[in-house]
């Protein structure tokens, strides 16, 4: 029995003692999990606040009343500078209601615009419009702002008139007659036979005897036209505006002129007519 115990423990010492290296080798901290991988997850995506509409800019009155202040004292000044050409006898005689101020005008407005950028129109715009992109300085703008300058001084200049400011500039223009006692009368000569002057005469009669003349009508070519739209006519009496005359009483229209240079008046040409009230008449001989 004895040895049987001691058997059994020297069995027991031996076994541990083969196990004790192999329970050496082995870790005693105890094992761990691999580390988790973080999974980010895109916040979801909250909608932009809806932009709230920008509000409209106010116009700049005081901005827009300098312009215009701007604006009355250029076309005082072109008025005041045009008013020395258009009283300038020459001109008056040559071309006062030849339809020719406007264009003129407008021209000054022209030159102005573009020779010192100042397009009156867009900037105006820009002010009432401020930011925009298609309120830009154009043919048309500068087209409007010659117009508006022409327009202006013209405008200026009826009211330094009617102020007393200025005297109206005498219209070369058919004279006013009383139409029911009055004709207004110009005689155009056509030079065929006569040299050098011709003199017009002019005898009231006491007779009622021709058809009285309401006013004439004829065509001319276009060099007549153009010359009698812009210059004088040479060969007619009286030289401007036109002679009143009576009306419904017989008139002798008498043309006395010479055939040879420096040779007497020997040729004379005459008729007789009488003229309706209120009549505008231009007579066309031949001398």
Not at 54 to 77: K, N, Q, S
Not at 118 to 147: C, F, H, K, N, W
Not at 236 to 256: K, M, W
Request: hydrophobic content about 50%; some cysteine; glycine content about 6%.
């Amino acid at each position: 029995m004895r040895y049987r115990a001691k058997l059994r423990s020297l069995l027991i010492v031996a076994s541990l003692a083969l196990c004790a290296p192999a329970l050496a080798q082995t870790d005693p901290t105890p094992p761990t999990s691999a580390p988790a991988v973080a999974i980010e997850t895109a916040a979801p995506e909250t909608p932009a606040p809806a932009a709230s509409p920008v509000p409209a800019a106010e116009l700049d009155t005081a901005a827009l009343a300098a312009e215009l202040a701007r604006v009355l004292a250029l076309v005082i000044l072109i008025e005041s500078a045009m008013a020395a050409l258009f009283r300038w006898r020459a001109y008056r005689i040559l071309f006062n209601g030849r339809a020719l101020k406007t264009p003129i005008m407008f021209a000054v407005g022209w030159l102005v615009v573009t020779r010192f950028d100042y397009d009156i129109v867009a900037r105006m715009l820009e002010i009432a419009y401020p930011g925009s992109e298609t309120l830009r300085s154009s043919s048309l703008s500068q087209i409007l702002s010659a117009m508006v300058i022409a327009g202006g001084s013209s405008g200026i200049a009826d009211i330094f008139h009617r102020m007393g400011l200025r005297t109206p500039i005498a219209e070369e223009t058919r004279a006013k007659v009383k139409s029911e006692t009055e004709a207004w009368l110009a005689i155009l000569i056509d030079r065929k036979e006569a040299v050098g002057d011709i003199q017009v005469g002019l005898r009231k009669l006491t007779t009622m005897q021709q058809v009285p003349i309401a006013g004439t009508v004829g065509e001319r070519s276009f060099g007549e036209r153009f010359r009698n739209a812009f210059g004088l006519i040479r060969l007619r009496f009286p030289r401007e505006e036109g002679q009143i005359v009576s009306a419904n009483i017989d008139y002798e229209i008498t043309l006395h002129y010479a055939t040879t240079l420096g040779g007497p008046l020997s040729e004379t040409k005459s008729m007789k007519a009488a003229f309706a009230p209120g009549a505008l008449v231009d007579l066309r001989l031949t001398a």
